[in-house]
């Protein structure tokens, strides 16, 4: 699997643990985290939620 999605209250108690935890699943986890936004980084980054998720598809199609 390319991609995981971790639950939203593991990444706000300890995100850097987390992130460890996914990456000891699969290395080639790749992580984004948005400081900037909320619940919906698609509304309140939009640009860049757009960059990422394009990125993600395509390495996904790879």
Known sequence: ????????RAIRRNA????AHARAL?????VSLYDNSGHA?????PQRFNR???GFVSAANR
């Open 16 to 19: 850097p643990t987390a992130i």
């Open 26 to 30: 699969n290395p080639r986890v790749r």
């Open 1 to 8: 699997m390319l991609g995981r999605i971790l639950s939203e």
């Open 52 to 54: 990422d998720l394009a």
């Open 41 to 45: 980084p698609f509304l309140e980054e």
